[in-house]
């Protein structure tokens, strides 16, 4: 219920949600949490494994109860904590692993079968016999526990990713973090202030202290308007820090959209953010402690912290008839708050003897033994000294057991937390994250002085380190109150059971299991019990069950240790952490300058590495791709045809070293050869396997252009890069890519220099312009490179523009050789022309490859060094145990091959132990009317002229094969030259 | 994880591609023998601590860069230019 005065809402604006099918009204700057209670809906979710009725225990992230699904269809999202979903008009939330409803669960059963379903019940209990395990039990047991579920269908909103950099990031807006961005803002630091709230001020909003003099929120409120008045500091509401990585690197998640009623289509969900901090404030506050006892989770049971902050904060009582449980002073402020608000508090039971409360209704010797209500709380069952039993009606029982320090971010770079006895909790260590300070509650100093003292000296020492003078003013005046706790884990003996992990469904028996089942070490436990995983975190139960486990272990807490804290601090969408990456932001797309026209032209596109090329160029009446690629073909070999190789790489590299350092790169010697002439080149990386291979043309004097191919185009760079930067600095020799500013198309066929000449300026004659030559062309008023190079065995030149020219170069090439009869050829054609050449793409030097395997020894120069060539020269790397580069065509030449399939001695079983090779390439030739294969055959060049047995287990083929040279048309290569 | 690069600055990780401990880039002679390159090519220390690593800056000035990284701390307490001078380079 809403308490008239109380709270720092603008109660002007009411907005309306609905809620498992419900309507309510709340407020604006209400969650689902604070409208909900305030509407007296305390039942809010239901539990992990046992599906117990829950309510809101909290009012931030670390919520374990009230996890709801919010929207509708593709764009629900599950486990959504109500305490931090803002309630906005249109907001459709549910309760959620309930059936058919929240108030009525038929799931409730698992209940009843809890004796069976404590720690380990799945190891234990699902056995036998092991197909079950499968086809039964598990997807059972994965409808009957778990939390929410996905829509499973394909999500269409906006995600965003966004960086940001900055002298200091404070990690919450509480009295530390607001004072530390004040001292660095105010010294000219760049500051980045984050809250994961939608409001900033931390526990000033939920407290009714004073800070300077007036209240807690007031001075928050200008405190932030001094900051935003600060061209150097950055306010981020919404906005949750979830990792500390390297560098000081931080991870964090804005929630942009989920609070707006009808947000504008392209406004991201959330953005992921990466900020990139010179220094860093932990300044995230503290999360208040459950104490376990016998059903201590019924709805209304909630921290103390929680309590009075959804009275401060949002007017809300979460109940009519207050009761309260703690073991320290700080938690008598609950009581207080609400007697002042005038809210009955009917008990105050507090674990210390000595405990002092003036004005409370103090209850010493009571001890809380069990709790009633069955959909909610509505008595505490209490036993006095001499063990007599009584009830004490309440539907809020406000608990406290200590606060433990919000540290999770300073143990991510796997630091561990010391333990301070004081305040019976752990501390982080300075320099855990380097550059990383932790201030406030964070750093286990819980009064409000305190906090504002340590936000200023941990921003003056972050300023120090960054050499920037600071002029710290005072401190303002707070409370400045001792905790004065004394440890208290759990009332001893429950009757029923106790929780420590809420999310999890994890008791004090469980984690007694599991010390006595000797998962003893906190890692064990905490995979054997499943406490403190998934939603939780370690955020409310770690400590509680450390206690229980070092008791049950008979080793103090410190020995026992706790778990390790990992990122994300909170649950980070796929959405958001993947943002721009779905479809086909998945990966860049690079497009050819005759991508339209290929596309226009029905050519169906087929991704080489980042690039689109064309398949083939569908004509009419062609039903399927063999019948455009066997036109394409023929039309190579009789006429003349156009394919676009711009995607392979062109690397221009000039110095008075250039010749000297290709002859390094290189298997053979370039540093002869003259400007105007280009040669066939072979790569080798250091380990003496076959890198890539390709042309380079001397265009000038120490001026060359190396291509390589389209897949080894970035690694043969990065090549070269460190080749020259490693081995021969002092070379006066420069490599640049410059495979985008050049559209390069091929030009093949007996029809090609025809083609060609009725566009130059200058006709060429095979005389002046021989086989691997390279020059310039004049093509109606543009100066083109022209290189005399085939890679379809016909005489074939390759002429490169400017890329701005080449949409126009293809559509005038590609027309005029239709009216010789030819055309544009693609991909597939031009895999065929290779085949039949047995000239090499990357299906056959594939990484394990030697020269020596694709018969090209000849080509590693015995004259000179090259990278490679000491390793190529290893035993066992050339002779006859060698797979070796063959051909292969079938006895039958109908007979299908494919590439992938084994060879084997014909007679030989095929199995592995009697493989023999394997295809690496295949294809139907239209030209010689058979299949035809490349492939790898040990001593394969040995047995040329014999056959071999072809198997694809995969296609079921069995095919018998005549091992034949690699070149299977034009061997002499009298057709190229012509 | 933020690499300085001796000629752009301190950058991300993503604008560097990361090849292997920087032993790689002492190359032996064609004619060193079978041991010395199997030592070159594939024997590597495997240190808890200290180690040097070569980066490449692809999507920054294609600068070969040696990193000097604590594999235990995952600190970065130097980087220099391959072709640094006290790396044996420009002469």
């Known amino acids: 219920m809403r308490i008239a005065g109380k709270g720092i809402l603008d109660r002007s604006r009411t907005v309306g949600f609905r809620f498992d099918g419900r309507d309510y009204t709340g407020f604006e700057g209400d969650t689902l949490a604070s409208a909900l209670l305030a509407s007296d809906v305390r039942l809010m979710g239901r539990s992990f494994k ?256 929680a309590a009075r902050g959804y009275l401060n904060r949002w007017g809300v009582a979460p109940g009519h008839s207050i009761t309260l449980l703690c073991n320290n002073d700080d938690a008598h402020r609950t009581a207080r708050d609400f007697i002042a608000a005038g809210v009955n508090v009917e008990a105050v039971l507090d674990v210390r003897a000595d405990a002092k409360a003036e004005g409370l209704p103090l209850r010493p010797g009571l001890r809380i033994v069990d709790t009633a209500g069955r959909k909610g709380l509505s008595a505490i069952i209490v036993a006095d000294r001499e063990g007599k039993i009584s009830r004490i009606p309440t539907d809020c029982l406000a608990v406290s057991g200590g606060w433990n320090p919000a540290l999770h971010l300073t143990c991510h770079m796997n630091g561990r937390p010391v333990w301070r006895e004081d305040i019976a909790a752990f501390v982080a260590r300075p320099g855990m994250v380097p550059g990383l300070a932790a201030a406030g509650a964070a750093n286990g100093t819980f009064s409000t002085q305190g906090c504002l003292r340590e936000g200023q000296e941990a921003a003056i020492l972050a300023l120090s380190e960054l050499g920037m003078s600071e002029k710290a003013g005072a401190v303002p005046q707070a409370e400045d109150g001792a905790v004065n706790l004394r440890a208290y884990w759990e009332v001893p003996k429950p009757k029923h059971r106790a929780w420590l992990d809420f999310a999890n469904d994890v008791t004090t028996k469980d984690v007694r299991l599991a010390a006595e089942e000797n998962f003893a070490s906190v890692e064990h436990m905490k995979r054997y019990t499943t406490q403190g995983m998934a939603p939780d975190q370690g955020k409310n139960s770690n400590i509680g069950a450390l206690a229980i486990l070092a008791d049950a272990t008979g080793r103090g807490i410190p020995e026992t240790g706790t778990t390790t804290f990992r990122p994300p601090y909170v649950p980070v969408t796929i959405a958001a952490m993947g943002a721009g990456g779905q479809g086909a932001g998945f990966a860049p797309q690079r497009l050819t300058t005759t991508d339209k026209a290929a596309r226009d032209r029905g050519a169906p596109m087929i991704e080489a590495g980042l690039w689109y090329r064309a398949a083939y160029f569908p004509r009419p009446g062609e039903a399927t791709w063999r019948e455009a690629s066997d036109r394409e073909v023929t039309m190579v070999r009789e006429r003349v045809g156009v394919c676009d190789v711009s995607t392979l790489g062109k690397i221009d590299i000039q110095g008075r070293d250039a010749g000297r350092f290709l002859d390094l790169v290189y298997t053979n010697t370039f540093s002869t050869l003259k400007p105007g002439r280009v040669r066939y080149g ?19 004097e120490n001026h060359y252009l190396m291509t390589t191919t389209t897949a080894a185009a970035g690694q043969v760079m990065r090549h070269l890069d460190f080749v020259k930067q490693a081995h021969c600095p002092d070379w006066d020799v420069r490599a640049i890519s410059v495979t985008e500013n050049w559209a390069q198309f091929a030009v093949a066929g007996p029809l090609a220099r025809e083609l060609l000449n009725s566009l130059a300026q200058t006709p060429i004659d095979a005389g002046t312009f021989p086989f691997l030559s390279c020059g310039t062309l004049r093509l109606m008023g543009v100066e083109a490179r022209l290189f005399r190079i085939s890679f379809s065995g016909e005489i074939g030149y390759e002429v490169a523009v400017p890329a701005r020219y080449g949409a126009a170069l293809w559509r005038d090439l590609v027309s005029r050789a239709e009216s010789l009869g030819g055309g544009a050829y693609g991909m597939e054609a031009l895999n065929i022309l290779r085949i039949e050449k047995g000239f090499l793409t990357h299906a056959e030097i594939h990484g394990r490859i030697t020269a020596f395997d694709v018969g090209l020894q000849g080509m590693v120069s015995a004259k000179k060094d090259c990278i490679g060539k000491g390793a190529s020269q290893r035993p066992g790397l050339t002779g006859p145990e060698r797979e070796q580069l063959v051909g292969l065509k079938p006895v039958q030449p109908g007979a299908l091959i494919g590439a992938g399939a084994h060879l084997f001695d014909q007679g030989a079983e095929p199995i592995s132990a009697n493989d023999k090779g394997y295809v690496t390439s295949a294809c139907w030739s239209p030209t010689l009317q058979s299949h035809l294969a490349l492939g790898f055959l040990k001593d394969g060049r040995a047995r040329i002229g014999s056959s071999v047995r072809l198997v694809d287990h995969l296609r079921k083929t069995d095919t018998v094969c005549e091992v034949v040279s690699p070149v299977f048309f034009d061997p002499e290569g009298g057709r190229a030259r012509g | 994880m933020r690499i300085n690069c001796p000629l752009c600055g301190t950058r991300d990780r993503r604008e560097f591609t990361y090849y292997g401990a920087s032993v790689y880039a002492d190359r032996p002679a064609e004619s060193a023998g079978p041991e010395a390159w199997d030592d070159y090519l594939h024997l590597r220390d495997n240190p808890a601590g200290e180690t040097t690593d070569l980066w490449y800056h692809e999507l920054g000035c294609a600068a070969w860069i040696e990193v000097t990284r604590n594999t235990v701390t995952h600190e970065i307490s130097g980087t220099r230019l391959l072709t640094a001078p006290e790396k044996g380079g420009a002469k």
């Open chain 1, 682 to 700: 072979l790569m080798l990386r250091e380990d003496g396997m076959v890198m890539d291979d390709g042309t380079t043309a001397c265009l000038a």
């Open chain 1, 50 to 305: 046992y599906h117990r009725p829950r309510g809101v225990m909290t009012t931030g992230s670390e919520e374990p109860n009230a996890l709801v699904t919010v929207g509708q269809g593709a764009r629900q999202v599950p486990n959504v904590r109500a305490t931090v979903q803002e309630i906005h008009a249109g907001l459709e939330a549910r309760g959620q692993n309930a059936w058919p409803s929240l108030g009525f669960d038929v799931l409730e059963l698992n209940e009843v079968f809890s004796p069976l379903l404590g720690a380990g019940f799945y190891y234990k209990t699902f056995m036998w016999p092991k197909a079950f395990w499968e086809s039964l039990y598990e997807p059972l047991i994965r409808r009957a526990a778990g939390l929410g579920a996905l829509s499973k269908q394909h999500n269409d909103e906006a995600y965003e990713k966004a960086w940001a950099f900055c002298d200091l990031l404070v990690i919450g807006s509480g009295p530390a973090g607001l004072m530390a961005a004040l001292t660095a803002g105010r010294a000219g630091a760049d500051v980045i202030l984050a809250e994961e709230d939608h409001r900033m001020g931390g526990r000033l909003l939920m407290e009714t202290h004073e800070v300077a003099g007036k209240p807690g929120a007031d001075w928050a409120e200008e405190a932030l308007q001094e900051l935003a008045s600060l061209p150097n500091v950055r306010l981020m509401t919404r906005t949750t820090v979830t990792g500390a990585y390297d560098g000081g690197t931080f991870g964090a998640l804005e929630r942009v959209g989920l609070h707006i009623a009808n947000p504008p289509a392209d406004l991201p969900r959330e953005c992921f953010w990466r900020i990139v901090a010179r220094r860093a404030v932990l300044a995230s506050g503290a999360h208040e402690r459950q104490i376990a006892f016998s059903n201590n989770d019924r709805p209304g049971i909630m921290t103390a912290g």
